[in-house]
């Protein structure tokens, strides 16, 4: 078997294989010679030529009265905090800026092939730009040890990406559901129109690095060239996820504010009245500094949840007054009967309530009746369940006299009286004012 395999290889077929590795060896060979060629020293040398006579304190332009043309580009990494209080809105971002600089041309031929480097910017030119509208002190924008890549056509590339805090006006009216608008404005300190214009690539910030924020949600944002291009203002626009107050601050001042009304359901003989009032209305302060700490001290606008809290915090101070009048009416020392306005309003109050159980006995009486009934039809001409109710041919007539009852009223009548009245009337207050917030609410929403 091997003497036959032997022969099988003829000349030819060996003249072909070496054919095949030639080429590849060749290819391999080719390759690494291109590879090898762009060395350390190569990069070097580029270098030294190049910046042997640069002055990175002058524009980079052969024609120093031509203009400058720099193209940015804004990229939104995350958005770290706002201060509502301070009015200041903090982000991690990059700012790309592009131009070309005609002292950083080359010919790749001249260095082995050699397209684009990568260097310190500190080495080099860099546009001057400031953030004006910075909360912390005005200062260039960059530092010297980010890079910058060059290309062999002289086109730079520089990152210069930061944490950026910057002063943004806060609009609370609706809070916690409320939106900003807040700026990123760029400005060239150095340099004239006619020396340097900014041009931003695209008409919004880019969002291709941004990480999505747990307690503000990025609604859009749009680019405005100012000052004749020597400034460029990139505004985002911000909206609160308000669940984490919804939860923590809303729902709980609204339930307090019921459980609030619900005093005039505790009997006055228990003696807790008073502290129960104070302890909700104590509580109910607390949450309205608690809100007041985390809003822009500013009175335009004034959020509509403070007015709010304001109405709130005054229904439940009236109903502190309401609960006190209330017990003193009930531990009144005269022991006379009531007369006046409170003895008519006591009687009037007492007179609806009896009318109301006896329609309810009358109607329990009129069924029973009914299944009472045998053969033929027979009429019920009055039927006196010594309710004051006349009953004739199964219908219920009304009260024998709506006149007020004869009874003289006491004092104690008169402070439970109260205490239903106040019930009913404190509710549909709380109701109201908290109806009347959530409709601002949603009609800005609506709006939106």
């Not at 619900?262 to 104590?282: C, H, N, Q």
């Amino acid at each position: 078997m091997v003497v036959k395999q032997k022969r099988l290889l003829t000349p030819s077929v060996k003249m072909k294989w070496s054919r095949t590795e030639f080429l590849m060896f060749a290819f391999i060979f080719i390759h690494l010679h291109v590879v090898s060629s762009q060395t350390y020293n190569e990069a070097v040398t580029l270098l030294r030529n190049k910046t042997f006579f640069y002055e990175k304190s002058l524009r980079p332009v052969t024609n120093q009265s031509s203009t400058l043309i720099v193209n940015v580009r804004f990229d939104l990494v995350s958005i770290q905090a706002f201060d509502e209080v301070q009015e200041s809105l903090t982000v991690i971002g990059g700012l790309t800026l592009t131009w070309t600089d005609d002292l950083m041309k080359w010919n790749p031929a001249d260095y082995s092939g050699m397209v684009d480097i990568v260097s310190e910017s500190g080495k080099f030119w860099t546009p001057y730009l400031i953030l004006t509208n910075s909360v912390n002190k005005l200062d260039k924008v960059g530092e010297s040890w980010q890079r910058i890549r060059f290309t062999h056509k002289g086109v730079a590339v520089v990152i210069q990406a930061d944490t950026w805090s910057t002063m943004c006006k806060a609009d609370v009216k609706y809070y916690p559901w409320d939106d900003h608008w807040c700026g990123f404005e760029f400005s060239s300190a150095a340099y004239g129109q006619n020396e340097m214009t900014l041009q931003p690539v695209s008409d919004a910030v880019s969002t291709q690095y941004y990480t999505e924020s747990g307690t503000w949600e990025l609604k859009g944002s749009d680019i405005h060239v100012r000052y004749e291009n020597s400034s460029v203002l990139f505004r985002i626009h911000i909206a609160r996820k308000p669940l984490f107050v919804l939860v923590n601050v809303v729902v709980p001042i609204i339930a307090m504010t019921f459980l609030n009304a619900m005093i005039f359901v505790i009997p006055a003989d228990s003696g807790e009245r008073i502290s129960y009032s104070i302890t909700v209305l104590l509580a109910i302060a607390v949450f309205l500094t608690l809100v007041g700490e985390n809003l822009p001290k500013t009175s335009n606008p004034m959020p509509v949840f403070s007015f709010y809290l304001l109405a709130v915090l005054l229904i439940s101070m009236v109903i502190t007054f309401a609960n006190i009048f209330s017990l003193r009416l009930y531990h009144h020392n005269n022991t006379g009967p009531v007369k006046g306005v409170f003895a008519t309003l006591t009687k009037c109050v007492l007179h609806v309530n009896k009318c109301k159980k006896e329609n309810k006995t009358v109607d329990r009486a009129n069924a029973s009746t009914k299944e009472n009934k045998t053969g033929n039809k027979t009429n019920v001409n009055k039927l006196d369940l010594s309710t004051g109710y006349e009953i004739e041919d199964n219908s219920v007539y009304a009260c024998r006299s709506c006149s007020f009852m004869n009874t003289d009223i006491t004092w104690k009548e008169v402070s439970v009286t109260f205490d239903k009245i106040c019930l009913v009337v404190f509710n549909i207050l709380l109701v109201l004012a908290a109806f009347v917030f959530f409709m601002c609410v949603y009609t800005k929403k609506k709006k939106m």
